[in-house]
C-alpha cells in the first residue's frame, strides 16, 4: 500500500482497532491521547513539517473527517497554511456574547455617545434589561425565538402594560443591533407589526381605561378638597401635578431653579421632558401659592424632596397620596384625563390649546404654530380657570 494511498480506513476497523494511530491516507490520522481519540491532519507548508487538529471521533466522524482533511489539502495547495488560515478566521468571526452582555454592552455604548437624555433613561433600560429580561440574558442573540418574548412578555402583558411595551421595545433595539453586528440573522423575534401582535393582543383602549378611569371633573373640586387635607410632601406634589396637568415624573424632578415666581411661569427642560422639548407651564395663584409654602420648608434643591436624603419622591408615593384622598380608583396620570375633559366640556378651550397645556405634539400647520408660540397667555387664562374650579379661593 504506497504512502499516497487514501481512504484505507473503515468505521468498522476503526471500531475493531485498540492501535495507538491510525492511518487514512493523504495525511489523515486518528490517534489516540489519554481517553480519546483524535484526528490529526499532517501536511509540510515552507518546507516545514506542521499538524492540524481536526477534532475527536466522537463529534467528527469518518466521512466529516475526510472532508476536513480534503479542505484542508486544497489550501496547501494553494500555498496557504491551513492552521494559519483557521487562527485568521477564529479571529475574524464575532465573539459568542450573550444576549445580557451585549445589552449591556449597547447600552454602555449609548451611554457614552450621550444618546440619551440623563441618568433617567439609562435606569430604565438598565432595569428593563437586567431584571425584565433575565430569563434570556444567558441565551445567544441568536438563539433568542418567538416563543422567547412570548414567555419573557406574558407575566407582564395587560397587567403592567407600559413596562411589558418598553421591554419589547429594548429588546427589538438590542437585538436589531446585535443583528448588524454579525451575532444573530433572520427575523426579529421582538418585532410587533406582522410577528408579536398576531399572539400578544394590545388591551384595547377602551378595556384599560376601565382598568384605570379618569376621575370624572365634576367629582375633582371634592376631591381636590380631601387632597389638601392630607399630610406630607407626596400630597403636595400630587396637588401640584393637578394643577398644573403635568406627568409625575415632571412635579416630583422639580428643582427650585425651573421656576420664575414673578413671572409665574415653570420651565420644565427638554431633558425632562417625554417628549424631549422645553415645556413652559404658566402658574395659577394657587398653584405660586402651594409653591411658596413648599419653599418655606425646602430642604435641598428639590421642590417636593422625597425622605431619603437628595431622593425624589417615588412614583408610588403621589399614587398613596391619591388612595388617601379618596381617589383610589383613578391614576395620577389619569388626572390629566380629567383635565382634558373639562377642558373640553366645560371650558370649551380650543383643541390645540389644550393639547399644549399637556405639552402633547400636535397636529395640523396651524396647531404646530401654537406650539411654537406655545400660546402662552392664553394657556395661562385656562390654567387659572381650572385651578379655580378646583380650589376656589376662600376654601
Given at each position: 500500500?504506497?504512502?499516497?494511498?487514501?481512504?484505507?480506513?473503515?468505521?468498522?476497523?476503526?471500531?475493531?482497532?485498540?492501535?495507538?494511530?491510525?492511518?487514512?491516507?493523504?495525511?489523515?490520522?486518528?490517534?489516540?491521547?489519554?481517553?480519546?481519540?483524535?484526528?490529526?491532519?499532517?501536511?509540510?507548508?515552507?518546507?516545514?513539517?506542521?499538524?492540524?487538529?481536526?477534532?475527536?471521533?466522537?463529534?467528527?466522524?469518518?466521512?466529516?473527517?475526510?472532508?476536513?482533511?480534503?479542505?484542508?489539502?486544497?489550501?496547501?495547495?494553494?500555498?496557504?497554511?491551513?492552521?494559519?488560515?483557521?487562527?485568521?478566521?477564529?479571529?475574524?468571526?464575532p465573539k459568542k456574547i450573550t444576549f445580557g452582555e451585549y445589552a449591556d454592552a449597547f447600552i454602555d455604548a449609548a451611554v457614552k455617545a450621550g444618546r440619551w437624555r440623563g441618568a433617567k433613561t439609562e435606569a430604565r433600560w438598565r432595569n428593563l434589561l437586567e431584571n425584565h429580561a433575565a430569563p434570556i440574558r444567558n441565551k445567544l442573540p441568536a438563539d433568542i425565538t418567538n416563543a422567547d418574548l412570548v414567555q419573557l412578555l406574558k407575566p407582564l402583558w395587560g397587567s403592567k402594560q407600559e413596562t411589558a411595551e418598553k421591554l419589547r421595545e429594548a429588546v427589538e433595539r438590542v437585538l436589531d443591533a446585535a443583528k448588524v453586528e454579525g451575532h444573530r440573522t433572520g427575523d426579529n423575534p421582538a418585532r410587533w407589526k406582522g410577528n408579536l401582535e398576531f399572539v400578544m393582543h394590545k388591551p384595547d383602549e377602551l378595556t384599560s381605561r376601565t382598568h384605570h378611569p379618569a376621575m370624572p371633573h365634576s367629582q375633582a373640586p371634592d376631591f381636590m378638597k380631601a387632597l389638601k387635607a392630607v399630610p406630607g410632601v407626596s400630597s403636595k406634589a400630587l396637588e401640584l401635578a393637578v394643577l398644573t396637568a403635568c406627568r409625575s415624573g415632571e412635579v416630583r424632578g422639580a428643582v427650585w431653579q425651573e421656576f420664575d415666581f414673578a413671572k409665574k411661569i415653570w420651565v420644565v427642560p427638554a431633558i425632562r421632558m417625554k417628549g424631549g422639548k422645553e415645556h413652559r407651564v404658566p402658574l395659577s395663584e394657587q398653584a405660586i401659592e402651594l409653591l411658596g409654602a413648599m419653599k418655606k420648608q425646602s430642604v435641598n434643591a428639590l421642590v417636593f424632596p422625597g425622605v431619603r436624603d437628595g431622593k425624589q419622591l417615588s412614583d408610588a408615593s403621589l399614587g398613596k397620596a391619591l388612595v388617601t384622598a379618596g381617589g383610589g380608583e383613578f391614576t395620577v396620570h389619569g388626572m390629566r384625563s380629567t383635565f382634558r375633559d373639562w377642558a373640553t366640556d366645560a371650558a370649551h378651550a380650543p383643541r390645540e390649546i389644550a393639547e399644549a397645556a399637556l405639552a402633547h405634539a400636535v397636529g395640523d400647520a396651524v396647531e404646530r404654530s401654537y406650539a411654537r408660540s406655545d400660546a402662552l397667555e392664553r394657556r395661562r387664562d385656562l390654567m387659572q380657570q381650572w385651578a379655580d374650579f378646583l380650589l376656589p379661593h376662600g376654601h
Open positions: 500500500m504506497g504512502s499516497h494511498t487514501k481512504n484505507v480506513l473503515t468505521v468498522k476497523a476503526i471500531a475493531a482497532s485498540k492501535a495507538a494511530k491510525l492511518r487514512d491516507g493523504g495525511g489523515l490520522y486518528l490517534v489516540t491521547k489519554g481517553d480519546g481519540r483524535y484526528w490529526i491532519f499532517n501536511y509540510s507548508h515552507a518546507g516545514r513539517r506542521r499538524e492540524m487538529g481536526l477534532g475527536p471521533l466522537h463529534t467528527v466522524g469518518l466521512a466529516a473527517a475526510r472532508d476536513k482533511a480534503d479542505a484542508a489539502r486544497a489550501l496547501v495547495r494553494q500555498g496557504i497554511d491551513p492552521v494559519a488560515e483557521r487562527k485568521s478566521a477564529q479571529a475574524a468571526a
